[in-house]
């Protein structure tokens, strides 16, 4: 065993490779095993099944962290916020409007397949929750418009 | 009056034990990674107290010399650390680096290292966490590398020690962070699975890719 060859850092990279290039594209076939079951049983699934997209994206998830974190110079002290910042326009800008999209479509099966048009049914609220997606920066500029206009404070 | 021989070869000794003294304390290091884990591993904890011995021990001589700036002097026996006129202190220096290199460092810390990888799995079927286990295991065998490592950022000038910290938190961030930010990746994608809190890990995925940010943000808020 020649240990003068390995090294704590060549250890860590490969157990993070391992993990994420080897285990978690398996693990997402249980995911995916386990999502069918739990809608086998009328149980929520949405877990299970978007963990077993994200076991298989776990590369490409780095990549974006790293995007993320690479936002402005390795000593800018506004660094660690940038990439928060980063990461939520990326959640509300790209990965919501595609949840919307996801919504409109459900929102379409409910009226034509699963349920006649009703006020009660779910087909509404797939609506409205397709809306608000494509709405998150407004929605803030809204409470920021209500925020700001109280800080006269109660007269 | 001259310095007895006697106690300059003790010190020569001394000297010359510093870095098997070095790489026992990196052995120990290793061990207090495990019992510490790796989430909770807690500055000032035995890991860095370890550590931090390593590195004094790695850096003694340069150390030594804060106290001729101090005024007292500190004489080295010449030569020092080398020659050890007294024969049976020289075979004792001799044994002792051979045992610490070939019985504890090559034979030893493997077989330890071992035993860690089936705690690991032990650790797993009690319903813990296998990775402070693995963990160990791999700093363990990188016990030489590390040591050569901290012996390539070693200045050898007054401020030796400190510098081989700075070199190794340059290290930490620069290296060992991003790739445990992928570690705290892929925990936050499973607590999500499984429907546990992973917010939190998001977070520290971008932190530990930030850490040097994150510590010019600190100075720029004194």
Same mark, same amino acid.
């Given at each position: 065993?020649?240990?003068?060859?390995?090294?704590?850092?060549?250890?860590?990279?490969?157990?993070?490779?391992?993990?994420?290039?080897?285990?978690?594209?398996?693990?997402?076939?249980?995911?995916?095993?386990?999502?069918?079951?739990?809608?086998?049983?009328?149980?929520?699934?949405?877990?299970?099944?978007?963990?077993?997209?994200?076991?298989?994206?776990?590369?490409?998830?780095?990549?974006?962290?790293?995007?993320?974190?690479?936002?402005?110079?390795?000593?800018?002290?506004?660094?660690?916020?940038?990439?928060?910042?980063?990461?939520?326009?990326?959640?509300?800008?790209?990965?919501?409007?595609?949840?919307?999209?996801?919504?409109?479509?459900?929102?379409?099966?409910?009226?034509?397949?699963?349920?006649?048009?009703?006020?009660?049914?779910?087909?509404?609220?797939?609506?409205?929750?397709?809306?608000?997606?494509?709405?998150?920066?407004?929605?803030?500029?809204?409470?920021?418009?209500?925020?700001?206009?109280?800080?006269?404070?109660?007269? | 009056?001259?310095?007895?021989?006697?106690?300059?070869?003790?010190?020569?000794?001394?000297?010359?034990?510093?870095?098997?003294?070095?790489?026992?304390?990196?052995?120990?290091?290793?061990?207090?990674?495990?019992?510490?884990?790796?989430?909770?591993?807690?500055?000032?904890?035995?890991?860095?107290?370890?550590?931090?011995?390593?590195?004094?021990?790695?850096?003694?001589?340069?150390?030594?010399?804060?106290?001729?700036?101090?005024?007292?002097?500190?004489?080295?026996?010449?030569?020092?650390?080398?020659?050890?006129?007294?024969?049976?202190?020289?075979?004792?220096?001799?044994?002792?680096?051979? +045992?610490? #290199?070939?019985?504890?460092?090559? !034979?030893? /810390?493997?077989?330890?290292? $071992?035993?860690?990888?089936?705690? %690991? =799995?032990?650790?797993?079927?009690?319903?813990?966490?296998?990775?402070?286990?693995?963990?160990?295991?791999?700093?363990?065998?990188?016990?030489?590398?590390?040591?050569?490592?901290?012996?390539?950022?070693?200045?050898?000038?007054?401020?030796?020690?400190?510098?081989?910290?700075?070199?190794?938190?340059?290290?930490?961030?620069?290296?060992?962070?991003?790739?445990?930010?992928?570690?705290?990746?892929?925990?936050?994608?499973?607590? +999500?699975? #499984?429907?546990?809190?992973?917010? !939190?890990? /998001?977070?520290?995925?971008? $932190?530990?890719?930030?850490?040097? %940010? =994150?510590?010019?943000?600190?100075?720029?808020?004194?």
């Amino acid at each position: 065993m020649n240990l003068g060859n390995m090294s704590f850092d060549q250890g860590i990279l490969h157990l993070a490779n391992w993990v994420g290039n080897v285990i978690m594209p398996t693990l997402a076939a249980a995911f995916i095993i386990i999502a069918i079951l739990q809608f086998s049983k009328g149980q929520e699934f949405a877990h299970s099944m978007y963990g077993a997209l994200a076991c298989l994206m776990v590369s490409g998830l780095t990549r974006a962290f790293e995007t993320f974190a690479s936002q402005a110079a390795w000593n800018n002290p506004d660094l660690y916020w940038l990439s928060l910042v980063t990461l939520i326009n990326w959640v509300a800008n790209v990965i919501l409007p595609v949840y919307a999209a996801s919504q409109v479509a459900a929102m379409a099966l409910r009226l034509g397949v699963f349920s006649p048009v009703h006020p009660t049914s779910g087909w509404l609220r797939h609506f409205v929750t397709a809306a608000l997606c494509l709405m998150v920066s407004g929605l803030l500029r809204l409470a920021e418009f209500f925020v700001a206009q109280g800080t006269a404070g109660v007269t | 009056m001259p310095t007895p021989q006697l106690l300059n070869d003790v010190i020569s000794v001394l000297l010359l034990l510093a870095p098997s003294a070095a790489l026992l304390s990196l052995v120990l290091a290793g061990f207090s990674l495990r019992r510490e884990g790796t989430m909770t591993f807690a500055i000032g904890g035995g890991f860095t107290k370890w550590m931090f011995w390593a590195v004094v021990f790695l850096t003694l001589q340069p150390l030594l010399s804060w106290f001729t700036s101090f005024g007292v002097a500190v004489p080295l026996p010449s030569g020092a650390p080398g020659g050890i006129a007294t024969g049976w202190l020289a075979n004792f220096q001799a044994d002792v680096s051979q +045992f610490v #290199t070939n019985f504890v460092v090559q !034979r030893m /810390v493997p077989t330890l290292a $071992a035993f860690f990888v089936l705690r %690991a =799995i032990l650790d797993a079927a009690s319903g813990q966490h296998p990775l402070p286990s693995i963990l160990a295991a791999m700093f363990l065998l990188g016990t030489q590398t590390t040591y050569s490592l901290l012996q390539s950022y070693n200045t050898g000038t007054q401020y030796a020690t400190v510098d081989v910290l700075d070199s190794l938190w340059n290290h930490l961030v620069g290296t060992i962070m991003p790739i445990a930010a992928v570690l705290a990746l892929v925990g936050a994608i499973l607590n +999500f699975a #499984t429907r546990k809190p992973f917010l !939190r890990l /998001v977070a520290v995925s971008l $932190a530990l890719l930030t850490v040097s %940010a =994150i510590w010019k943000l600190l100075l720029s808020m004194m």
